[in-house]
């Protein structure tokens, strides 16, 4: 009898994550250890890299054992947005148990019916709007779960509900007209007008937002058709395929409940927007609004803390996947090669050609978006050595800022050290490879695009203003 072939099975989240890890180890006993110098702007107050200070040191090798360590130190550096997607796991579920959100997402569904085709574009665009503005990033996932019943009740699977969501704030984000952790600081190191080249981004982010809703409502169509050809078929995700169906009446204590989760999101947005809140803000702010929105729909103590205890625990190996991904900074950090990788980069850049070195700079900056997956940690590291290589190689800054911001903007879907991504993803319990395998594609279409806008921008010498 002939045996049959093994077929090839992706290996376990955890598996690829600390794969990377292991290469990232192996890389600080090959590649000489060196720093940048940081020193603080002083006309802006940000710390930002001195360009000419580089300088090799000993080297720091991390063996098994630094390995080892560096997932609980990991651990507890990404304790914030672990906690964080705990919490609004547990609060979501509490608002969940009420019925106000099946029911209200059923009788949503009803009147949209035979409006498939704009609820994809018009929930991208609205969350692009937070994209672009506040550079909402982390602070998305609290739409996920509501996206996904939505995407659910139309036919498609939690990938689209995640995608309208993530993709859509990512669309903004790229484009970043007034975006404060791209545009806003990497302008202001560049010593360029604040949120200047704004018609340049513009025609940009409507580039991006076609391209994104085109992927997204290709895939959601075939995932309708036939929902074999979902990147999630035949996946288990521990219950999560919950499939649409007669909730009962929306009653007003329904309403009510939906109208307190409302009022959540608006403080949420406001504080985001007037006075800086980031995750542990927005983390009280969902936690209160469980509570207030479990008393309102009849839920005691009791349930609600039940409630909560089963949204956390439904949640937590996405939340865990955030702390692993960010042990290859941890790595890399101890090893002391993530400067060196970055000053490397940047030599390579200056033997280009000139006419290729601007789409060179996107390159590299997308590169280092996976070890600095920071948006204003990118732009106060690169932006210091990519605005005077500009100077040199007469490129004018403006199209370096915007290799900066693009080159930092898209590989965000994609790339296991992206906490906003593994916090997004992790709320709807979707296996990174699974999204990996729905993205990729999108992201090399935004590069081409970008490639192609470097180009111009290059080409017409785009300026300050």
């Known amino acids: 009898m002939e045996e049959k072939k093994r077929k090839f099975a992706v290996p376990h989240t955890f598996v690829i994550l600390l794969a990377v890890v292991i290469l990232v180890a192996i890389l600080s006993f090959i590649m000489p250890a060196g720093v940048y110098d940081r020193i603080q702007d002083p006309n802006t107050g940000r710390t930002i890299v001195d360009v000419t200070s580089f300088h090799f040191v000993e080297n720091q090798p991390v063996g098994p054992w630094g390995i080892l360590k560096a997932i609980p130190t990991a651990m507890a550096d990404a304790s914030s947005i672990i906690f964080f997607?705990?919490?609004?796991?547990?609060?979501?579920?509490?608002?969940?148990?009420?019925?106000?959100?099946?029911?209200?997402?059923?009788?949503?569904?009803?009147?949209?019916?035979?409006?498939?085709?704009?609820?994809?574009?018009?929930?991208?665009?609205?969350?692009?709007?937070?994209?672009?503005?506040?550079?909402?990033?982390?602070?998305?996932?609290?739409?996920?779960?509501?996206?996904?019943?939505?995407?659910?009740?139309?036919?498609?699977?939690?990938?689209?509900?995640?995608?309208?969501?993530?993709?859509?704030?990512?669309?903004?984000?790229?484009?970043?007209?007034?975006?404060?952790?791209?545009?806003?600081?990497?302008?202001?190191?560049?010593?360029?007008?604040?949120?200047?080249?704004?018609?340049?981004?513009?025609?940009?982010?409507?580039?991006?937002?076609?391209?994104?809703?085109?992927?997204v409502m290709k895939y959601a169509n075939k995932v309708k058709a036939d929902p074999k050809n979902s990147v999630l078929y035949g996946v288990d995700r521990g219950g999560s395929e919950v499939k649409q169906e007669d909730f009962g009446e929306f009653s007003t204590r329904h309403k009510l409940v939906l109208l307190g989760f409302v009022v959540g999101l608006v403080v949420m947005i406001y504080g985001v927007m007037e006075h800086d809140w980031y995750i542990t803000e927005i983390a009280a702010v969902f936690l209160g609004s469980g509570i207030i929105c479990g008393a309102i729909g009849g839920l005691g103590p009791s349930k609600m803390a039940t409630a909560f205890i089963e949204g956390a625990k439904g949640i937590l190996f996405g939340a865990l996947v955030v702390g692993v991904a960010r042990t290859i900074l941890i790595v890399l950090q101890q090893g002391v090669i993530l400067d060196s990788i970055i000053y490397f980069i940047a030599k390579a850049l200056e033997t280009l050609p000139t006419q290729v070195t601007a789409i060179g700079m996107f390159?590299?900056?997308?590169?280092?978006?996976?070890?600095?997956?920071?948006?204003?940690?990118q732009a106060a590291t690169m932006v210091p050595i990519m605005a005077p290589l500009a100077d040199v190689l007469n490129i004018t800054r403006q199209t370096a800022v915007l290799a900066v911001t693009y080159g930092d903007a898209f590989s965000n879907q994609i790339i296991p050290t992206s906490g906003a991504l593994m916090a997004v993803i992790a709320m709807a319990n979707i296996p990174y490879d699974k999204w990996l395998k729905f993205n990729w594609k999108l992201v090399a279409w935004w590069s081409v695009a970008g490639i192609v806008l470097i180009g111009i921008a290059d080409t017409i010498k785009l300026g300050p203003f």
């Open 363 to 377: 390159i590299a900056n997308s590169v280092i978006n996976f070890f600095i997956p920071s948006g204003s940690g």
């Open 85 to 215: 997607v705990l919490i609004l796991g547990g609060s979501f579920t509490i608002i969940e148990k009420t019925g106000a959100v099946n029911t209200g997402m059923s009788a949503a569904i009803e009147r949209l019916k035979g409006h498939d085709n704009i609820i994809i574009p018009l929930i991208m665009f609205l969350m692009s709007i937070l994209g672009f503005t506040i550079g909402a990033a982390e602070e998305v996932v609290v739409f996920v779960p509501i996206a996904i019943m939505l995407a659910r009740g139309f036919g498609y699977d939690d990938v689209v509900g995640v995608a309208m969501v993530s993709t859509g704030a990512a669309v903004g984000f790229s484009g970043g007209m007034l975006n404060p952790f791209t545009t806003g600081v990497a302008q202001g190191i560049a010593e360029l007008p604040l949120y200047s080249g704004m018609g340049f981004r513009i025609a940009g982010y409507i580039i991006f937002y076609l391209i994104a809703v085109w992927h």
